[in-house]
């Protein structure tokens, strides 16, 4: 059974950084790509940052320069550096893991909050 734990959400003032992290258990298949999203209650559900296979990677705008996505894939770990947070950022951050055979897996959320 597959399983994302994501980890590194909290509260942090205006300016601040966090780091989240989501590692993949029971992982049996090729994985393409692992990412982030984010959704406030009663809004859709959008991308923050994406990490493909082959190591490229993609930015919603409003994080660009500030949110940095990496990938351990030994340990089938992906990670969110953010920096610089503001508090247009405080939303509850899901971990998303697509295979190659075109299944989303979808992690349990985790809160960030941004506030002085």
């Known amino acids: 059974q597959v399983q994302l734990v994501e980890s590194g959400g909290g509260l942090v003032q205006p300016g601040g950084s966090l780091r989240l992290s989501c590692e993949a258990s029971?992982?049996?298949?090729?994985?393409?790509?692992m990412g982030w999203y984010r959704q406030t209650p009663g809004k859709q559900r959008e991308l923050v940052a994406v990490?493909?296979?082959?190591?490229?990677?993609r930015y919603a705008d409003s994080v660009k320069g500030r949110f940095t996505i990496s990938r351990d894939n030994a340990k089938n770990t992906v990670y969110l550096q953010m920096n610089s947070l503001k508090p247009e950022d405080t939303d509850v951050y899901y971990c998303?893991?697509?295979?190659?055979?075109?299944?989303?897996?979808w992690g349990q959320g985790t809160q960030v909050t941004v506030s002085s």
């Open positions: 998303h893991v697509y295979s190659v055979g075109g299944t989303d897996y």
């Open positions: 029971g992982i049996i298949f090729t994985i393409r790509s």
């Open positions: 990490i493909i296979r082959g190591g490229d990677t």
